[in-house]
T-cell receptor, first 115, second 110 residues
């Protein structure tokens, strides 16, 4: 099973709303990722959690707030977003440590529209 | 910045082999080559990865040159469902920062 589950699949929110995107995996992976993808562009890394601690923040604006409540769950809290934040948000996970590579598995994404 | 370069687009006739090249001339000894594809509006799908040996699975084959500076993903019998953007990525397992380049948009033509 290589499934990463993201909810909701679609979200429309106003610029003053507070909402959250959720991600779950049950593969025992200890690294989890958030990516943002605009139309016709490659995914852009936002955050990386390693062993439930934030290890990489790619200078993401504070209106995006990640949270990793446990090793299986990853949230992205959204507040005071702008219309230009409308995009596909992708969650991913991977095992840690060495070996024959540690494949990153992606969810299907959450489509966010900010109005 | 992405560590790979790929042609922006390619066409392939249905039923023929699709050969997608990738240059990664600055690859380090502990970095793996990964291939993903993304079909419109879906999350990236893992295809295959390798370190220095050629690899094959049920989806594709990966050929890595001896100097490891380039690789080729081979889809042996392309179908219309293989139309997608294909991303070549280099990744060290000791470092979680994985950056996507622009990828190659493959169109499989009937």
């Amino acid at each position: 099973d290589t499934e990463v589950t993201q909810t909701p699949k679609h979200l429309v929110m106003g610029m003053t709303n507070k909402k959250s995107l959720k991600c779950e995996q049950h593969m025992g992976h200890r690294a989890m990722y958030w990516y943002k993808q605009k139309a016709k562009k490659p995914p852009e890394l936002m955050f990386v959690y390693s062993y439930e601690k934030l290890s990489i923040n790619e200078s993401v604006p504070s209106r995006f707030s990640p949270e990793c409540p446990n090793s299986s769950l990853l949230n992205l809290h959204l507040h005071a977003l702008q219309p230009e934040d409308s995009a596909l948000y992708l969650c991913a996970s991977s095992q840690q440590g060495t070996g024959f590579g540690n494949t990153i598995y992606f969810g299907e994404g959450s489509w966010l529209t900010v109005v | 910045d992405a560590k790979t370069t790929q042609p922006p687009s390619m066409d392939c006739a249905e039923g023929r082999a699709a050969n997608l090249p990738c240059n990664h001339s600055t690859i380090s000894g502990n970095e793996y080559v990964y291939w993903y594809r993304q079909i419109h509006s879906q999350g990236p799908q893992y295809i295959i990865h390798g370190l220095k040996n050629n690899e094959t699975n049920e989806m594709a084959s990966l050929i890595i040159t001896e100097d490891r500076k380039s690789s080729t993903l081979i889809l042996p019998h392309a179908t219309l469902r293989d139309t997608a953007v294909y991303y070549c990525i280099v990744r060290s397992t000791s470092y979680d920062k994985v950056i996507f380049g622009p990828g190659t948009s493959l169109s499989v033509i009937p």
